[in-house]
């Protein structure tokens, strides 16, 4: 009989080493409080237009997600600032500087933590050059931040492991081929399946529909700062995210944690360039 039982073990031990890492890739529980139905949400675009092919498909695939009522509109914000916008997701894209990342996604939770805002970040410092500048490294990042918003986390983080063909994988080699396999630039089956296991229950509420008919978490410029985070511009550069609490397969710090002043949270996720180290992120 004990024997038995340790073989028994040994086998489920093999299997949960065998299973694939994507097996859950919720990001944290983050996520838009829903109650009932498919989660609607306006997805607003300012971006200029080389980057149009990428931002569009994006949203179209993840269109594909039947527990997603997507929007899109076209915006003019701020894409230097790219303020959050209450209730909705906001896409930009500007040249924000040699700052090490390509995109971010960030989000702000409300005090019961889920998600009311969500903005994602391009950043043309790095796409103009001749390493980024290519439609599979568009597509890749730009579909994987907004996959945050939504609360999506990775489905892999392993650069020179072989893609999964989805975008919510890291790699070396976004458009695929030979030892990496399938390109890495749309969601797949599994990153459908996490959002439906995801949104899969009523939460009582829509903060999609809470905060839209607000003016909360736009901070009106004139007035000064308040003395903790707000719910504003997310910021450039790791000094403005809060503390790191994750880090990528390269062992980089690419999850933050901020407070919100008036209670609630910013999350930002960092999707770093290949050749960044992290020596070379400075946190003070």
């Known amino acids: 009989m004990k024997r038995a039982r340790l073989c028994a073990l040994a086998a489920l031990s093999a299997a949960l080493v065998a299973a694939p890492a994507a097996a859950n890739h919720s990001w944290s529980t983050y996520h838009w ?3 009932s139905g498919p989660v609607s949400l306006t997805v607003n675009v300012s971006v200029t237009s080389v980057w149009n092919p990428s ?19 076209a915006s003019t914000a701020n894409r230097k600032r790219c303020s959050p916008v209450s209730g909705q997701i906001l896409v930009c894209n500007e040249a924000y500087g040699q700052r090490g990342w390509l995109g971010i996604a960030s ?9 009311k805002t969500g903005t994602t970040k391009l950043n043309d410092s790095y796409f103009s050059t001749a390493t980024y500048n290519k ?35 890291y790699t070396n080699s976004p458009l695929g081929g030979g030892a990496y396999g399938p390109a890495n630039t749309s969601p797949n089956q599994h990153d459908f399946d996490q959002l439906q296991t995801i949104y899969n229950h009523s939460d009582g509420y829509d903060t999609s529909a809470a905060f839209a008919a607000t003016n909360f978490g736009i901070r009106d410029l004139r007035k000064p700062a308040p003395a903790v985070v707000d719910d504003g511009d997310p910021g450039d550069s790791p000094l403005e995210w809060g503390a790191a609490v994750h880090e990528d397969g390269k062992g ?15 999350i930002t996720h960092v999707f770093w360039a290949l050749e960044t180290k992290r020596s070379e992120i400075h946190h003070d």
């Open 33 to 35: 409080a829903n109650a």
């Open 55 to 73: 931002v569009n498909k994006a949203v179209a695939d993840w269109k594909g997600s039947s527990v997603l009522d997507l929007t899109q509109v």
């Open 107 to 115: 989000i702000t939770l409300d005090t019961a933590g889920h998600i």
């Open 135 to 169: 439609p599979e490294w568009r597509a890749l990042v730009a579909c994987q931040e907004i996959g945050h918003d939504f609360g999506l986390g990775h489905q892999d983080e392993g650069f020179a492991a072989p893609n999964l063909g989805t975008c919510m994988d």
């Open 252 to 266: 980089r710090p690419d999850v933050y944690v901020a407070n919100l002043a008036g209670g609630g949270r910013r």
